[in-house]
């Protein structure tokens, strides 16, 4: 996929319709394929917060769960002004996941992304937060080591 301008839409559709708007931030899941161990979690968590050092995008939140990745991101601008792609994002991931392990197709091929609108910032961030509450692995999203924060502001306050 090419990369966006800043407001710059696309819509397009593998199984799942996609719509990526230029220097919006998003909330992506990946589901894994089977359940993830400790040591791998931690080389996705080491992955995305790489991403995010790196300029690629901006991190807000996320989760590595046994069987899924939760993300809130925005993608940063490259040198020409247009932003990466989720795809893009996602599939390097991916690629950098399966180099680190020397497993492949351990992720469903496409993963669910939509732009997070104001109104629904807090209700997606707070969701991401409880997920390892709800399934029983942590009693606080700070005590399961696979959480973790960027930015935890919402960027459109």
Known sequence: ?????????????????HLENGGRSYFITVKATRILGESERSYLVD?????AENR??????????P???????????????KHRSIDSIVKSWKSLFARKTGQKQVFQTEQYDRVIRH??????TRYIRANPMVAKLAERPEDYPWYFEGNFEDPLA
Do not use: K
């Not at 992955?47 to 991403?51: A, D, N, P, S």
């Not at 109104?119 to 997606?124: G, P, R, S």
């Open 67 to 81: 069987d899924h990745v939760h993300v809130v991101i925005r993608p940063r601008p490259n040198e020409d002004g």
């Open 1 to 17: 996929m090419d990369d966006l301008e800043f407001g710059q839409q696309r819509l397009y559709r593998n199984t799942l319709p």
């Open 56 to 65: 690629i995008f901006d991190l807000f939140v996320g989760v590595v769960m």
């Open 119 to 124: 109104a629904e910032w807090a209700d997606t």
């Open 47 to 51: 992955i995305i917060q790489q991403g």
